[in-house]
């Protein structure tokens, strides 16, 4: 099988709750349903953008494929071996496969330990380097890479800029030859100027080592850009995805056009023929989401079917699929005409 139809990261069913405890005896009187039934492929080689609003379950989702949080049911299959059901040893030879870059480079960073050991003790812990000059020479070729001069590797987080610690983050994430990373808001934290410099990093990194991304974010911009699939969040559940032009041209999910139609636009054209859709309501608490369709409270073409009825995936066409009555019963009258 060529590398582009390869899945390298296979997730179905994902579910992870968090107990709420309460009372005396701080009993679990109920649950904070972050992620609910999530399923994705993706492909070795090629990026998948997750985005949505703050709170879906974005992040909580990245952290529990690369098995940081333990997942409350479902499974995670890395290149076909299911990563929950390991020993910890097995799991831990994977970590190298499997890498994360988090979304505040201030606090990601050790501040106690000079840059050469913060990039280069995982190669140590897994015997990627024999010895100390090996890891330094290791260190000085990841630095150059990733855009930062190899003599500050002397030098202590607090004396670099945002955009310098978030590049000494992507350095360490890369120090174990991973195949896999976790971009989870990588670029949120940084000035846009800035922005554009770690993404385009990113990309370039990305066909230079044969990279695979899961890429969180809520900048639809950003997305379009680096992502080759995308799938949208909404209160814990995957409600559309599909390749990124099937989400940004042919969208069906009212969600997903109420998020597009809020992303900026720099074309006074596009401007101008838009039409901004305002979602009605607060995001409803995970630790009760509605019943039916969970989007259904801020809907505007909600039903009394949506309210009771939560709806199934859909394919709309191949590699495009929605959770939506409204966009299933369009879909159908579409194909009578």
């Known amino acids: ?27 679990t ?26 709170g879906c379950g974005k992040s909580t989702t990245g952290r529990t494929v690369l098995d940081l949080i333990k997942p409350t049911s479902g499974e995670t299959y890395y290149d076909g071996v299911n990563i929950y059901g390991l020993s910890n040893a097995e799991l831990n030879k994977y970590r190298t496969k499997m890498q994360i ?8 960073l050790n501040p106690r330990l000079p840059i050469y050991d913060i990039i280069g003790e995982a190669m140590l812990e897994h015997k990627i380097v024999s010895n100390k000059e090996e890891m330094m020479n290791k260190v000085f070729e990841l630095m150059d890479k990733c855009g930062l001069f190899p003599e500050q590797a002397g030098r202590y987080p607090h004396q670099f800029s945002g955009g310098q610690r978030q590049r000494i983050c992507i350095a360490r994430a890369l120090a174990v030859n991973p195949e896999f990373v976790v971009c989870d808001e990588a670029v949120s934290a940084l000035d846009v100027s800035i922005q554009s410099q770690i993404i385009n990093l990113l990309k370039d990194l990305q066909e230079d080592l044969g990279l695979t991304y899961l890429f969180i974010s ?12 995308v799938g949208v969040m909404y209160l814990g559940e995957i409600v559309e995805i599909g390749s990124k ?27 101008q023929n838009s039409k901004r859709i305002i979602l009605q309501g607060d995001l409803p608490s995970p630790s009760n989401p509605p019943s039916g369709c969970r989007f259904h409270t801020r809907c505007p073409f909600a039903t009394d079917r949506c309210k009771q009825e939560a709806p199934a995936d859909y394919e709309v066409e191949p590699g495009h699929k929605v959770r939506c009555h409204f966009a299933l019963e369009r879909a159908a009258k579409n194909a009578q005409e």
């Open 218 to 229: 809520h900048d639809l911009s950003v997305v379009k850009f680096i992502s080759d699939s």
């Open 245 to 271: 032009d099937q989400i940004f041209s042919e969208h069906v999910h009212p969600y997903t056009e109420a998020l597009l139609s809020a992303a900026p636009s720099f074309d006074p054209r596009k401007r």
């Open 101 to 108: 870059v988090f979304q505040d480079p201030y606090s990601s």
């Open 29 to 54: 009187v109920g649950n904070v349903k972050a992620v609910d039934d999530v399923s994705f492929q993706i492909k070795k080689g090629q990026v998948m953008g997750l985005v949505g609003e703050s």
């Open 1 to 27: 099988m060529p590398n582009e139809e390869k899945v390298l990261i296979d997730v179905r069913h994902l579910k992870k709750y968090f107990p709420i405890k309460g009372g005396v005896l701080q009993r």
